[in-house]
């Protein structure tokens, strides 16, 4: 049986590279945004739906919603940076799932007023363009 020396397979210079890289989640610009501005403001008018949304609409949003902050904390502490671009177009892409949402709840008149739908789709505008700047910047460290 042949052995496999693990210092052979891996760039050990580049992991302890991208250790030094890696912040704490609850630094990250977008995951602010998506916590303290947009998920709190939703989550306040989702509890205000009727209760027969509360296995739709209610269930959806705030999961997709959840899935944007969750795939952005383990995205920010992947050691690989390929796979954290997995994890941020995930992020990405449920952060379109949750507009979709906030559309039918648009349609639906669950909005206060349509400012109140504005002011949080232009939330999830912003955190999208950081995910894709933070995309960016790991395609960016691939190529180096």
């Known amino acids: ?11 050990v210079k580049k992991i302890e590279e991208r250790l030094d890289k890696l912040k704490n989640f609850r630094e990250l610009t977008a995951y602010k945004i998506a916590l303290e501005e947009f998920y709190a403001k939703l989550y306040v008018i989702l509890s205000e739906l009727p209760f027969y949304e509360q296995y739709g609409i209610f269930d959806q949003c705030s999961r997709s919603a959840e899935s944007i902050l969750a795939n952005l904390s383990e995205g920010t502490q992947s050691l690989y940076p390929k796979t954290a671009i997995n994890f941020y ?6 952060a379109n799932e949750t507009q979709c949402w906030l559309d039918i709840m648009l349609v639906k008149k669950y ?34």
């Open 1 to 11: 049986m042949k052995t496999v020396n693990i210092r052979e397979k891996l760039d």
């Open 89 to 94: 177009s995930i992020a990405l892409a449920t």
């Open 111 to 144: 909005f206060s007023s349509e400012d109140e739908y504005y002011q949080l789709n232009d939330l999830l505008e912003q955190v999208k363009k950081l995910i894709i700047y933070y995309i960016k910047d790991l395609i960016r460290e691939i190529e180096l």
